[in-house]
Nanobody
Framework: VQLQASGGGLVQAGGSLRLSCAAS????????MAWFRQAPGKEREFVAA????????RTADSVKGRFAISRDNTKNTEYLQMNSLKPDDTAVYYC?????????????WGQGTQVTVSS
């Protein structure tokens, strides 16, 4: 199983980024997908999740209204659209595949992509 995250980078506060996560080696549509993040010196935290059919999503309070998760089962890819970015959003972002939608952990993890928001 491989989850390849991309799209991170350096952006100014107030800007936007779109992360992508391409999955291979698993039955993508059988899994809920999620994003987590880990800032320096902090524990990894849940950001957003989406169920297999995109009928349910869940986002952390800290990003609600600014971040949106989506997926395309025809492309085995999930996305995280991040708007109105803040310096506190600086972290390594990890995509994840979950058997249980919205779980605090995951069955498979991607390698992470760095997002840095400058003030």
């Amino acid at each position: 199983v491989q989850l390849q995250a991309s799209g991170g980078g350096l952006v100014q506060a107030g800007g936007s980024l779109r992360l992508s996560c391409a999955a291979s080696g698993l039955a993508f549509s059988n899994y809920a997908m999620a994003w987590f993040r880990q800032a320096p010196g902090k524990e990894r935290e849940f950001v957003a999740a989406i169920n297999w059919s995109s009928s349910y999503t869940r986002t952390a309070d800290s990003v609600k209204g600014r971040f949106a998760i989506s997926r395309d089962n025809t492309k085995n890819t999930e996305y995280l659209q991040m708007n109105s970015l803040k310096p506190d959003d600086t972290a390594v972002y990890y995509c994840a595949a979950q058997r249980v939608f919205g779980s605090k952990t995951a069955d498979y993890w991607g390698q992470g992509t760095q997002v840095t928001v400058s003030s």
